[in-house]
């Protein structure tokens, strides 16, 4: 069933307008009729089956039929900090992120990121960032949709740091010493409705003087198995062992 995330102005007590992109999309693209089905999502976790009343390229109304209970969110708030890649590595990142349950996504400028962040492309660069984020949202059942914020200074996630619980650096140098307790002993300490933060580098890695500055603001390295993983891969393997530990194992 086809689902759509809209902001909680859309909804009323019994039924859900859409206009825009979502319109356009049921009766152009789904080519959908009234008495077919979907899922609207208000933004805050509530997803609903709606019933077509009124189809148009301008305007949908919806019946909500019931409210589904059932939700695909980690037990665990995620948020992933990824080092500036080049090209559209943080793309990938955003998009499969999002599929495995991440919360939010935080772009920063590390000292090795190649790419240097253009202010005048900004406002774009997050349309498009965010739109993905809620393609994938869609396409993974999730209940949310995770914000993907603006690009970061250095200084600036390390004053996010305390806003989680948890934050986790995946540490190249680690795994090269064959570290393998740190992660895992981390995950065991994680309860339900915790807040962590995955921060992994750009291509070149985090130089030794970010990984110290933010042990010292209360982050904890970690290996990310045995094996050096590339920038763009790390989050989904964090992502994955959360899920395993939390969703899978117990």
């Known amino acids: 069933m086809q689902r759509y995330f809209l902001s909680n102005q859309h909804f009323n007590d019994d039924y859900v307008m859409m ?7 049921i009766s152009r693209v789904m080519r959908m009729r009234a ?12 997803c609903f089956v709606c019933s077509l009343e009124e189809v148009s390229p301008e305007r949908v109304r919806a ?33 499969k992120g999002t599929e495995l349950g991440a919360g939010g996504i935080i ?6 990121s190649v790419v240097k962040w253009d202010k005048k492309k900004e406002k774009k660069k997050l349309e498009r960032w965010n739109k993905i984020a809620k393609e994938a949202s869609e396409q993974s059942h999730r209940s949310l949709v995770p914000r993907v914020e603006s690009v970061h200074s250095f200084k600036e996630l390390l004053n996010r740091f ?6 986790i650096i995946a540490y190249e140098e680690d795994a090269k010493t064959d570290e393998k307790s740190q992660f895992r002993q981390t995950l065991e300490l994680v309860k339900p409705g915790d807040r962590l933060l995955l921060v992994t580098g750009p291509e070149g890695g985090f130089s030794d003087r970010e990984v110290q500055v933010m042990k010292e603001a209360g982050a904890i ?8 993983l590339r920038s763009e891969t790390a989050p989904f393997y964090g992502l994955s062992a959360i899920s395993y530990h939390l969703e899978l194992s117990g």
């Open 19 to 25: 206009d825009g992109d979502e319109a356009r999309h």
């Open 35 to 46: 008495g077919d089905q979907v899922i609207c999502c208000n933004g805050e976790g509530v």
């Open 63 to 95: 019946s909500l039929v019931k409210r589904i209970e059932y939700s695909a969110e980690l037990p665990v708030h995620v948020s992933l900090a990824h080092g500036l890649p080049k090209g559209d590595k943080l793309e990938l990142v955003i998009q």
């Open 107 to 112: 772009p920063f400028e590390a000292e090795r």
């Open 162 to 167: 305390t806003s989680y619980s948890y934050v």
């Open 221 to 228: 390295s970690c290996a990310f198995g045995p094996r050096i």
